[in-house]
């Protein structure tokens, strides 16, 4: 067995970019519902931790030039409690995250970091446009939530970069993420979909978890109902969708997808649940423009 | 390593505990603390849920070190001295324990719920219990336990 050398514990984020650059070796941890089950299970012996939970920048939610900017520690709970207006996509997504006791603990930074498909603050992000702030001590940078993983627990990060904040552009219309899984509570996807409506650019996009090795929209879909409804004024004059666009746009959805099957299901079920999934936080999205943003 | 932290308001230290370690081995297995179950070690069953700075979280998923500093509650230090929370009292009088396991990850997160909403509705009992696994499968004694402590907390 390897030993754990000393945890590192920064309180400000340039000692902790200082540390990271360090010990390109060491692991960090946040709120550790993903990193302590591979410890607790010895699944991964790290040289070294980095806890990230005594930094202040990191904990930091606020709002300028209509966009939130959501700090990589702020738990689940905080992002419910919160940001239900401004980011109702990750809001919903962040009330669907394991129990209360895990959302009290788990943060965006570590589903970034996680690099799961099937994290559930993932299609939020990638359907608002949502963009990740990432620092080491060489600098920063933005990479778009929808390039930051490139596949399974992969992503874009450097062994001395950390991820320091999400950027969410502010809501500009109805959002709607929905999920499927075996109960309500504590289960991994085993797909999901999120939407956001744009009342000013007049765009509807679309993000697709747990069903492509990263998360990945929907761009078909999103053409198609952008041509349906320039065809009869939507934007201006909304009406409730027929069921036959619904159920294209939900074809459309899952055509997008690129499934495998594994433990938690097949690539035929992750198909036909997305169809159901999109076609449902459309209609449910688009009756809300039609009701209350038009 | 070295952490020093309090646990049902008295200040305890721990040395040479392995660097990779939960909170929740520290308070079984170092603070002689049993009350919080060791379970799942994955944060699925609950069984463990202990106040972290006031919130209520799975000890196995804390790193210890990550509680140096802090306070945590255990279910130990819910009771006041010997006298039981209306929780712990209502969990007995509803008879909602049957092999106990898990009530002590289950008493803790009903005493969550309760200091935030003292009169949930069933959807938020429901709702707040979510992490917390009973494989007896004894929750209809368990929601009654809830509401009897409720009623009884709100009176």
Same mark, same amino acid.
């Given at each position: $067995? ?5 945890? @590192? ?7 902790? &970019? ?16 993903? @990193?302590?089950? *591979? ?73 970034? /970091? ?10 939020? +992000? ?30 874009? &990060? ?15 219309? %109805? ?8 109960? #309500?509570? $504590? ?71 690129? %499934? ?35 | $390593? ?5 646990? #049902?308001?008295?200040?305890? *230290? ?23 179950? #060791?379970?799942? *070690? ?20 804390? +790193?210890?070190?990550?509680?140096? /500093?802090? *306070? ?80 009884? $907390?709100?009176?």
């Amino acid at each position: $067995m390897i030993t754990v050398e000393a945890t @590192l514990t920064p309180t400000t984020l340039a000692e902790a &970019l200082e540390m990271r650059a360090a010990h390109p070796g060491s692991v960090p941890i946040a709120g550790g519902t993903d @990193l302590m089950v *591979e410890l607790n299970f010895d699944r991964r012996r790290p040289e070294r931790l980095l806890d990230l939970t005594r930094v202040p920048e990191l904990a930091e939610l606020g709002r300028d030039d209509g966009a939130v900017h959501l700090g990589a520690g702020v738990t689940y709970t905080g992002i419910v409690e919160r940001l239900g207006a401004a980011a109702p996509a990750l809001a919903i997504a962040s009330r669907t995250v394991g129990s209360p006791q895990i959302r009290n603990r788990g943060t965006v930074g570590g589903n970034l /970091g996680t690099a799961s498909p099937a994290g559930d603050a993932l299609p939020p +992000l990638v359907a608002s446009g949502a963009s990740v702030e990432v620092a080491s001590a060489r600098g920063r940078r933005t990479v778009a939530a929808a390039d930051f993983c490139v596949g399974p627990k992969r992503n874009v &990060l450097d062994a001395d970069e950390l991820i320091v904040a999400v950027d969410v552009p502010a809501a500009r219309g %109805p959002q709607q993420f929905a999920k499927v899984g075996v109960r #309500n509570a $504590m289960v991994i996807a085993v797909c999901s979909f999120a939407l956001a409506v744009d009342a000013r650019s007049r765009r509807v996009t679309t993000a697709i978890g747990s069903a492509a090795p990263t998360v990945v929209s929907a761009p078909e879909a999103e053409a198609f109902l952008a041509g349906a409804l320039d065809e009869r004024d939507g934007w201006d004059r909304p009406a409730r969708l027929g069921e036959a666009e619904l159920a294209r746009f939900g074809d459309l959805v899952a055509a997008a997808a690129r %499934p495998i099957d594994d433990v938690r299901g097949t690539v035929a079920y992750r198909r036909h649940a997305l169809a159901v999934l999109a076609r449902r936080a459309l209609d449910w999205a688009w009756t809300d423009y039609a009701r209350s943003w038009a | $390593m070295r952490i020093a932290l309090n646990v #049902n308001g008295e200040p305890r *230290e721990v040395v040479a505990a392995w660097e990779g370690e939960s909170l929740l081995f520290v308070l079984r297995e170092r603070l002689g603390l049993p009350g919080s179950k #060791n379970a799942c *070690e994955q944060g699925e069953c609950g069984s463990c849920t202990v106040y972290l700075d006031g919130v209520p979280v799975c000890a196995c998923l804390v +790193l210890a070190a990550q509680a140096d /500093g802090r *306070e945590v509650l255990t279910v130990e230090g819910i009771a006041a001295g010997d006298e039981l929370h209306p929780v712990q009292r209502a969990f007995v009088e509803c008879g909602a324990v049957q092999c106990g396991f898990c009530t002590p990850g289950l008493v803790v997160a009903a005493h969550a719920l309760l200091e935030a909403n003292p009169d949930p509705g069933d959807g938020e009992i429901r709702e707040a219990l979510a992490g917390n696994v009973c494989r007896c499968t004894g929750y209809e004694k368990i929601l009654e336990a809830v509401r009897v402590a409720s009623a009884e $907390m709100s009176r």
